[in-house]
């Protein structure tokens, strides 16, 4: 079920590390469980936050403490999730995906480039803008009907 | 990361529980590793009990499936089974679903070998 939420939800991760993917995924899973019960949808919301925050603390930042802020809001029918950082320039709506494995050939790079390819599937939304030195990308994952 | 497993037939099955991410990852990669360098070399994952896969665990399947496959002797497996519906769609985002094969419950998994 789908409870009315008007407020906005924000996190402030300060000089933030991998070691700190757990509370974050935590932070949005507990918020999540406000507007409704759906594992899938709760799934989605923790599985695209995490690989996103997982992307710009270990690419962004490459391993260095760095700040993440993430703000998250219903907003229609989608939940709304804002994340920014301070790291280098990167865009993941653009950014080439790595090419899937197709039947059973296994790709004979070394395993990798999952997370991305989630986010695009899980994200009804995507946007990416730079500005003041800041990343900002948004996203929009379809809230579940509300049950009959 | 304690990942309950024992030797069924001709393979081993592997049972974690929870979450498999970026904290424990490394842990169930390694211990897929060793699965799968040890003789047979074939394992079943049983995913029952695990409510979520982050792209790390991904990341560690894929790994220990190319290391199965790329055994010298006798090439191995790692085969999934009684993966829920939310994370089998994890599979299908990440487009792994045509990696790996999926039984339904553990049995037909073992069987497979």
């Not at chain 2, 904290?23 to 074939?42: K, S, T, Y």
């Not at chain 2, 191995?76 to 790996?100: C, H, I, Q, S, Y």
């Amino acid at each position: 079920m789908i409870r009315a939420q008007s407020s906005e939800e924000r996190l402030l991760v300060a000089d933030g590390t991998i070691a700190d993917l757990g509370r974050i995924v935590q932070f949005v899973a507990e918020r999540g469980r406000q507007l409704t019960s759906d594992a899938r949808f709760l799934l989605h919301v923790q599985l695209a936050v995490d690989e996103i925050s997982t992307n710009i603390f270990e690419h962004g930042y490459g391993g260095r403490p760095g700040d993440l802020e993430l703000v998250m809001r219903p907003e229609g029918p989608h939940l709304l999730l804002v994340v920014r950082d301070w790291g280098p320039p990167f865009d993941p709506t653009t950014e080439p995906l790595r090419s899937s494995p197709t039947g059973e050939a296994l790709p004979t790079r070394p395993p990798g480039g999952y997370g991305l390819r989630i986010v695009r599937g899980i994200a009804e939304e995507l946007h990416y803008r730079r500005e003041a030195g800041v990343n900002e990308l948004r996203l929009a994952i379809r809230l579940p009907e509300p049950a009959p | 990361m304690e990942i309950p497993g024992e030797k069924v037939g001709r393979c081993v099955v592997l049972r974690p529980e929870g979450r498999i991410d970026s904290d424990n990852a490394q842990a169930f990669e390694e211990r897929l590793l060793a699965e799968v360098a040890a003789n047979p070399g074939n394992v079943v994952v049983n995913l029952a009990g695990t409510t979520y896969l982050s792209s790390k665990a991904l990341r560690a399947l894929v790994t220990a499936l190319k290391a199965a496959r790329g055994r010298t002797l006798r090439k191995g497996k790692v085969v999934l089974a009684a993966v829920p519906p939310n994370l089998r769609e994890v599979f299908d985002l990440a487009t792994l679903n045509m990696l790996f094969e999926f039984y339904d419950d553990e049995q037909s998994a073992v069987d497979s070998f």
